[in-house]
T-cell receptor, first 118, second 113 residues
């Protein structure tokens, strides 16, 4: 079974540009979460999508947005890039995304997209 | 708010040494707890998890026990190998949360032959 895939793996952009990152979840998984990883702030939750709807959102400005398609693939977009947006962006998928009474719905991570903003 | 605190790294050990990486959490209710590992240039891999108090998660020789009384989930391995060199993240998930894992800062482990 194929794992979570993310494209592209590396991106270099300049300040003010926008960028779109793509994530394909494990087949059958309907929940996709996005995280930003930086040396200073560590791993921070961006948002989560389930059945094409954003269910949960972290504390990031509106420049960060996302969407999910009917096949559960997800994209995230960052507009008006800033130097501080340089980071590894990780996508994770799970069956339902909800930590429930029977235990958590385990998240499986992709390799990430390394974004560098110059 | 909810948070996870891990011991600061880096941790450097010789092969076959005993490993402990401390993790404590602050959260209301009964979170589920995880250890993830990140090898250089890769994403995160789930190492082990525990969903309720006194549960012990184990995988590949690593173990961690969910201690509610001390709000801890320390990672241990009896004999580390060079291949265990990686960054280890402790994380929690609140019951009912949707796709939101809360991570510690990570602990870098280097194992020397």
């Amino acid at each position: 079974k194929a794992g979570v895939t993310q494209t592209p793996r590396y991106l270099i952009k300049t300040r003010g540009q926008q960028v779109t990152l793509s994530c394909s979840p494990i087949s059958g998984h309907r929940s996709v979460s996005w995280y930003q990883q930086t040396p200073g702030q560590g791993l921070q939750f961006l948002f989560e999508y389930f059945s094409e709807t954003q269910r949960n959102k972290g504390n990031f400005p509106g420049r960060f947005s996302g969407r999910q398609f009917s096949n559960s693939r997800s994209e995230m977009n960052v507009s008006t890039l800033e130097l501080g947006d340089s980071a590894l962006y990780l996508c994770a998928s799970s069956w339902t995304g909800t930590s429930g009474g029977a235990g958590p719905d385990t998240q499986y991570f992709g390799p990430g997209t390394r974004l560098t903003v110059l | 708010g909810d948070s996870v605190t891990q011991m600061e790294g880096p941790v450097t050990l010789s092969e076959e040494a005993f490993l402990t990486i401390n993790c404590t959490y602050t959260a209301t209710g009964y979170p589920s707890l995880f250890w993830y590992v990140q090898y250089p240039g890769e994403g995160l891999q789930l190492l082990l998890k525990a969903t309720k108090a006194d549960d012990k998660g184990s995988n590949k020789g690593f173990e961690a026990t969910y201690r509610k009384e001390t709000t801890s989930f320390h990672l241990e391995k009896g004999s580390v190998q060079v291949s265990d060199s990686a960054v280890y993240f402790c994380a929690l998930s609140k019951r009912g949360s949707q796709g939101n894992l809360i991570f510690g800062k990570g602990t870098k482990l280097s194992v020397k032959p």
